[in-house]
């Protein structure tokens, strides 16, 4: 386990956690990956201008920085019964967040089709989103439709404050929530592409107050 303080509360409890979980029929190439996977979404995380939004979330729902007792990144995807990947989970009773990551099969056949620079955004985003995502449900607890409602707002905030331009904020809150499995890759690249700007008004319902978290 690797931890590094700092002075905001909130980055130093985000670690990444790595005991004891490599599945044993990983080969050191796959191990290679999945490191270098959470080191990324490790430094994502922590970045302060993403930690600045998530103070003016918190702040925003009312939920306290003391709820949240750790943030795990873990290295190696978690596989449900279903056979769909997790994003991230939440332990309402302890305040203890995890994060997992994509497989490496996915993100090969992603990193092939649309490059290295895209699947690092994708990477990254996807871990900004689970993160808000369960941060809201240690206030809304197990109101799922409420989570995500809020968290699609809270991501494209995010995003929209963040990037060059709107179709960019565009496209990656598309890769996110538009696009869930690998088999939905058609999709992602058209809806990435036209950006369906019809949908994304009902689904967030932003434009006509915009939240400003700077
Ligand atoms: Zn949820």
Not at 89 to 97: A, F, R, T, Y
Not at 176 to 191: D, L, R, S
Request: hydrophobic share 40%; with cysteine; aromatic share 12%.
């Amino acid at each position: 386990m690797l931890i590094l303080g700092d002075a905001n509360p909130l980055s130093s409890k985000i670690i990444i956690n790595a005991i004891l979980e490599q599945p044993e029929s990983l080969s050191l190439d796959h191990a290679g990956f999945y490191i270098n996977y959470s080191s990324f979404v490790f430094r994502s995380l922590k970045r302060p201008s993403f930690q600045k939004f998530l103070k003016w979330m918190l702040r925003r729902e009312k939920i306290e920085e003391h709820m949240v007792r750790a943030v795990q990144v873990k290295v190696f995807p978690l596989r449900r019964k279903n056979g769909k990947g997790l994003a991230g989970n939440c332990d309402l009773s302890q305040g203890k967040i995890r994060i997992y990551p994509k497989t490496m099969t996915f993100c090969r056949a992603f990193k092939q089709k649309f490059g290295k620079p895209s699947l690092l955004v994708y990477a990254g985003s996807r871990a900004r989103a689970a993160l808000i995502h369960e941060l809201l449900h240690l206030k809304y607890a197990t109101d799922e439709k409420k989570v995500r409602k809020l968290a699609k707002e809270y991501f494209f905030t995010f995003t929209r404050n963040k990037a060059s331009n709107s179709s960019q904020s565009l496209t990656i809150y598309t890769m996110i929530f538009k696009a869930k499995t690998f088999g939905n890759f058609q999709v992602f690249e058209k809806g990435a592409r036209t950006s369906e700007p019809v949908k994304l008004q009902k689904d967030i319902r932003l434009s006509s107050k915009p939240m400003i978290f700077r």
